[in-house]
């Protein structure tokens, strides 16, 4: 059972529904305590009977039939249930909640874009960044950290002498340079190995990921001449 609006905020009647065909039984006009209970008294044998949280139902249904179990209609039920998890909510979770700020994440990021680049920094530039940092009044620590950088590097690479120091450096390009003609040449190589085995520039290009100007040029044994040499240089 539940009630309808006849005429808006004036009058309203009743709904009488079965509750397992969900077939109208009887529409009454009225929601008094009076005519529903009489209504409810004319069926003997309810037994279960759902409504709102009306009180007048209640009292209409504890009238006409005191043994009948009440129950609450879904849609009600549910209505009741969001109400009482909402107000237990409130009072169970703080009213204010912390968020992190948006300018500490962008702080944390650029930290992060700051020590990927340190990493790609030559020996030479870490010691400029070294004496930089100290100048800013940066602990060994801090500097150790910014630059991803072992402290005891740190420290065997300020106990040398100027002379030393400028020695280490030319002997670190050196070895990066030696290794970057090895790389380049065994490019080359491979290269010159594909178009040996019947490989056109295109096919060499597209499974090498070179463009084929540079194909070209791995190929020109002019070329490669130069370019041997502007390595070792």
């Known amino acids: 059972m539940d009630d309808f609006a006849i005429k808006k ?41 759902s409504r709102d949280g009306s009180v007048t139902y209640n009292n209409a249904i504890t009238g006409a039939h005191p043994e009948a179990l009440q129950i609450s209609d879904r849609f009600h039920l549910l209505k009741n249930l969001t109400s009482y998890v909402t107000e237990y909510l409130k009072k169970r979770l703080k009213p204010q909640v912390s968020i992190q700020s948006v300018s500490q994440e962008i702080k944390e990021v650029e930290t992060i874009k700051q020590a990927n680049e340190n990493r790609k920094l030559t020996l030479k530039e870490k010691y400029e960044k070294i004496k930089q940092l100290s100048l800013e009044g940066r602990c060994k620590t801090e500097i150790c950290r910014s630059l991803n950088m072992d402290i005891r590097a740190y420290d065997k690479l300020i106990a040398m002498t100027p002379e030393e120091r400028e020695k280490l450096f030319q002997t670190k390009n050196m070895i990066i340079h030696e290794e970057k003609v090895k790389q380049k040449m065994e490019r080359i190589n491979e290269v010159r190995e594909l178009k040996r085995i019947g490989l056109s520039n295109i096919e060499i290009s597209r499974r090498t990921g070179l463009d084929r100007k540079t194909v070209r040029r791995y190929l020109d044994s002019i070329g490669i001449c130069i370019l041997a040499f502007g390595l070792s240089r």
């Open 9 to 49: 905020r004036r009058s309203y009647g009743t709904i009488m529904v079965d509750i397992f065909t969900h077939q109208i039984l009887d529409m009454i006009d009225s929601r008094d305590y009076e005519t529903v209970c009489e209504w409810l008294k004319s069926y003997p044998n309810l037994r279960i009977i």
